[in-house]
């Protein structure tokens, strides 16, 4: 008999309530049960960073979580990092100017663990930017375009012209 | 690749999860998960039962404690890495955590974790054994405190009983001003360490080392301390030849081989990493004096 328990959770301001096994991992349950797709799965053991999401405000790998361990939490996806009315805000943005990707398989990981540093240090040394992004593989960009991005974004965020 | 079938518990108090880890057989507990999800995932354990203490209030904290820095077990890694307590008086355990794993982690892993899951390349139990200390446990017969060499029981395993639960540790300090210096090689930042050295030391107003404590992490089948070296560093005063000839015995650990490095690299690395690290902790210390 699978064990069950029912949660809540809020995912990019959305509040969820469901039924889940106990053993489901956070990311499978966010893209099977809440359709959320944009949360990508590469190895499930938590070294490619693929998966990474918020949990409130810092950044987890969603593969290293249960779902029920998220109960009452509230989670911000990649879905959830665009501006209100769609359009893609100044990291995204910084992404595709700057090259950050190409298959796009490792950018929502990028994207949330890029969200999470900026946010703690704004004016970051290249450095500090491959630090922060050591825990997230890229098998396309050799890295330079993320950099650059987050580089950029940086900029752009203290320069306050846009709101992240 | 999907955890395999398990009953979930989230006790809310520890005399909750001690009367649980007292009753239920196969039981894992379940604090920061940086390992065990991954080894569910990949099902390389099977329990059936999975305990989880994320939900216990008081495991956690971070204090000086009279000459002793307590640290709760589920204390996360990163509210150790920014810790301005752990930076002042345990500086060895704050340059060690930023070669724990990554951010996304140490938001996660917990230092109580780290020691019961006692990976032969953990920073965290390295820096445990370097300043001897002792693990608090408790099952429902009671408490116990276990010396951090008693607690190393091998190659992942510990002393912590089926039945008891880790509640955190107590590191013995260090007096102001001492050396300290925690090196490692990886070949991605925040990987398992191929080697690496925690040192310590104190250095006295006429230039000679006081004490010394050298150990190694990611040689051996877990933290080492090199007896041997700190003999000879002690009452010497430093300079090239002495770190040199000290940490030759960390070539005396029989080293691990895997697909990441040979034993003889690993023996290689140790040493090297070794002497540049007890040059770190002397230049330090002089300088702090």
Redesign the interface.
């Given at each position: 008999m699978p064990d069950m328990r029912k949660i809540a959770v809020t995912v990019n301001g959305k509040r969820y309530e469901r039924e889940v096994e106990t053993r489901y991992t956070l990311a499978d349950f966010l893209r099977h049960e809440l359709r959320l797709t944009g949360t990508h799965v590469g190895c499930e053991h938590g070294v490619c960073g693929a998966c990474t999401i918020l949990v409130n405000g810092h950044s987890a790998r969603s593969c290293l979580m249960l779902a029920v361990q998220a109960n009452g939490k509230e989670l911000t996806t990649v879905e959830g990092l665009a501006n209100p009315d769609g359009s893609l805000n100044v990291l995204q943005n910084a992404f595709w100017e700057k090259h950050g990707l190409q298959c796009g398989f490792c950018t929502p990981g990028m994207l949330t663990t890029l969200t999470e540093f900026l946010r703690d240090n704004p004016n970051p040394t290249e450095q500090e930017v491959r630090i922060a992004i050591s825990g997230n593989l890229c098998r396309c960009t050799g890295y330079q375009g993320i950099v650059d991005a987050a580089l950029l974004a940086a900029e752009r965020l203290r320069e306050g012209k846009v709101s992240a | 690749?999907?955890?395999?079938?398990?009953?979930?518990h989230?006790p809310r108090s520890v005399p909750d999860a001690l009367k649980l880890l007292a009753s239920l057989d196969n039981a894992k507990v379940?604090a920061g998960?940086?390992s065990l999800?991954?080894m569910?995932?990949?099902r390389l354990v099977l329990p059936d039962h999975?305990i989880?203490i994320?939900e216990i209030a008081g495991l956690s904290g971070i204090e000086v404690r009279g000459n002793d820095l307590y640290i709760g077990a589920m204390t996360r890694q990163?509210d150790l890495e920014f810790s301005p307590i752990v930076r002042e008086h345990c500086p060895l355990l704050h340059e060690a955590l930023t070669n724990v794993?990554?951010?996304?982690?140490r938001?996660?892993g917990t230092f109580g974790g780290s020691l019961c899951h006692l990976d032969p390349a953990a920073e965290q139990p390295t820096v445990a054994m370097a300043m001897d200390a002792v693990v608090i446990a408790e099952s429902a017969k009671g408490k116990r405190e276990i010396p951090i060499r008693d607690f190393c029981q091998g190659t992942m395993t510990t002393a912590i009983a089926p039945d008891e639960l880790m509640i955190g540790a107590r590191l013995p300090l260090w007096p102001k001003g001492h050396g300290f210096a925690f090196v490692e090689f990886s070949r991605?930042?925040?990987d398992f360490a191929m080697a690496g050295a925690a040192i310590l030391m104190t250095v006295n107003t006429a230039g000679k080392i006081e004490r010394a404590s050298v150990t190694l992490c990611g040689v051996g089948s877990g933290p080492a301390r090199l007896a041997k070296a700190e003999q000879a560093l002690v009452g010497s005063a430093g300079g090239q030849q002495v770190f040199a000839a000290a940490a030759q015995a960390a070539t005396e650990i029989e080293a691990q081989g895997d697909v990441h490095a040979s034993p003889e690299y690993r023996s290689h690395l140790a040493r090297v990493l070794t002497e540049r690290a007890l040059a770190i902790a002397f230049n330090r210390a002089t300088v702090k004096r």
């Amino acid at each position: 008999m699978p064990d069950m328990r029912k949660i809540a959770v809020t995912v990019n301001g959305k509040r969820y309530e469901r039924e889940v096994e106990t053993r489901y991992t956070l990311a499978d349950f966010l893209r099977h049960e809440l359709r959320l797709t944009g949360t990508h799965v590469g190895c499930e053991h938590g070294v490619c960073g693929a998966c990474t999401i918020l949990v409130n405000g810092h950044s987890a790998r969603s593969c290293l979580m249960l779902a029920v361990q998220a109960n009452g939490k509230e989670l911000t996806t990649v879905e959830g990092l665009a501006n209100p009315d769609g359009s893609l805000n100044v990291l995204q943005n910084a992404f595709w100017e700057k090259h950050g990707l190409q298959c796009g398989f490792c950018t929502p990981g990028m994207l949330t663990t890029l969200t999470e540093f900026l946010r703690d240090n704004p004016n970051p040394t290249e450095q500090e930017v491959r630090i922060a992004i050591s825990g997230n593989l890229c098998r396309c960009t050799g890295y330079q375009g993320i950099v650059d991005a987050a580089l950029l974004a940086a900029e752009r965020l203290r320069e306050g012209k846009v709101s992240a | 690749m999907k955890p395999p079938l398990f009953t979930y518990h989230d006790p809310r108090s520890v005399p909750d999860a001690l009367k649980l880890l007292a009753s239920l057989d196969n039981a894992k507990v379940l604090a920061g998960g940086q390992s065990l999800m991954p080894m569910l995932n990949m099902r390389l354990v099977l329990p059936d039962h999975v305990i989880d203490i994320n939900e216990i209030a008081g495991l956690s904290g971070i204090e000086v404690r009279g000459n002793d820095l307590y640290i709760g077990a589920m204390t996360r890694q990163r509210d150790l890495e920014f810790s301005p307590i752990v930076r002042e008086h345990c500086p060895l355990l704050h340059e060690a955590l930023t070669n724990v794993g990554h951010r996304q982690t140490r938001n996660r892993g917990t230092f109580g974790g780290s020691l019961c899951h006692l990976d032969p390349a953990a920073e965290q139990p390295t820096v445990a054994m370097a300043m001897d200390a002792v693990v608090i446990a408790e099952s429902a017969k009671g408490k116990r405190e276990i010396p951090i060499r008693d607690f190393c029981q091998g190659t992942m395993t510990t002393a912590i009983a089926p039945d008891e639960l880790m509640i955190g540790a107590r590191l013995p300090l260090w007096p102001k001003g001492h050396g300290f210096a925690f090196v490692e090689f990886s070949r991605r930042h925040g990987d398992f360490a191929m080697a690496g050295a925690a040192i310590l030391m104190t250095v006295n107003t006429a230039g000679k080392i006081e004490r010394a404590s050298v150990t190694l992490c990611g040689v051996g089948s877990g933290p080492a301390r090199l007896a041997k070296a700190e003999q000879a560093l002690v009452g010497s005063a430093g300079g090239q030849q002495v770190f040199a000839a000290a940490a030759q015995a960390a070539t005396e650990i029989e080293a691990q081989g895997d697909v990441h490095a040979s034993p003889e690299y690993r023996s290689h690395l140790a040493r090297v990493l070794t002497e540049r690290a007890l040059a770190i902790a002397f230049n330090r210390a002089t300088v702090k004096r």
